[in-house]
T-cell receptor
Framework: GQNIDQPTEMTATEGAIVQINCTYQTSGFNGLFWYQQHAGEAPTFLSYNVLDGLEEKGRFSSFLSRSKGYSYLLLKELQMKDSASYLCAVRDEDTDKLIFGTGTRLQVFP | NAGVTQTPKFRILKIGQSMTLQCAQDMNHNYMYWYRQDPGMGLKLIYYSVGAGITDKGEVPNGYNVSRSTTEDFPLRLELAAPSQTSVYFC????????????FGPGTRLTVT
């Protein structure tokens, strides 16, 4: 079976750091993606992890632990424009398809 | 490059009507996908294609059909629309599968009443 869990909503303050967690159970694993989706818009690619460890890209970093079935997206120096939903998606090794979580809606307050 | 384009942006259908959602990409991507996104839910894969002339079912294909006659276009057909098909539909493309990220179109918001 396949299951991806993310918190439904989070709030944070402008300038702060926020960590969005994602846990997954899949029959096979072949990489994890994070996408950002602003309200009423299409998802856009943020990061990809296939090996354990941290991938840093500017203010955003993504971490993966395959043994724990766990990833997080770290957003630093939060800006108001970071208010969006963040989707965790796992590539299933057996089907080679992306399985999406329900997304975490992040609200950044001044 | 326009990327992935979708038409229409919005549509209201009556139960039992049919329509085609258009999707086109100009990035010469082989892989194309159709997803639906219901409120508070993740994206669910409807159909996908790995190249012209090749399509396959995803997680939720019932009530839909696709065709892929060219690399650029991947239309999604709804036959006999039902209220359960009210959703936002996203088309996406990628160069290949594996590590390549998917590029999404702006979406079509469909309401069936």
């Amino acid at each position: 079976g396949q299951n991806i869990d993310q918190p439904t909503e989070m709030t944070a303050t402008e300038g702060a750091i926020v960590q969005i967690n994602c846990t997954y159970q899949t029959s096979g694993f072949n990489g994890l993606f994070w996408y950002q989706q602003h309200a009423g818009e299409a998802p856009t690619f943020l990061s990809y992890n296939v090996l354990d460890g941290l991938e840093e890209k500017g203010r955003f970093s993504s971490f993966l632990s395959r043994s724990k079935g766990y990833s997080y997206l770290l957003l630093k120096e939060l800006q108001m424009k970071d208010s969006a939903s963040y989707l965790c998606a796992v590539r299933d090794e057996d089907t080679d398809k992306l399985i999406f979580g329900t997304g975490t809606r992040l609200q950044v307050f001044p | 490059n326009a990327g992935v384009t979708q038409t229409p942006k919005f549509r209201i259908l009556k139960i039992g009507q049919s329509m085609t959602l258009q999707c086109a990409q100009d990035m010469n991507h082989n892989y194309m996908y159709w997803y639906r996104q219901d409120p508070g839910m993740g994206l669910k894969l409807i159909y996908y294609s790995v190249g012209a002339g090749i399509t396959d079912k995803g997680e939720v294909p019932n009530g839909y059909n696709v065709s892929r006659s060219t690399t650029e276009d991947f239309p999604l057909r709804l036959e006999l629309a039902a209220p359960s098909q009210t959703s936002v539909y996203f088309c996406a493309s990628s160069r290949r599968s594996g590590t390549y990220e998917q590029y999404f179109g702006p979406g079509t918001r469909l309401t069936v009443t």
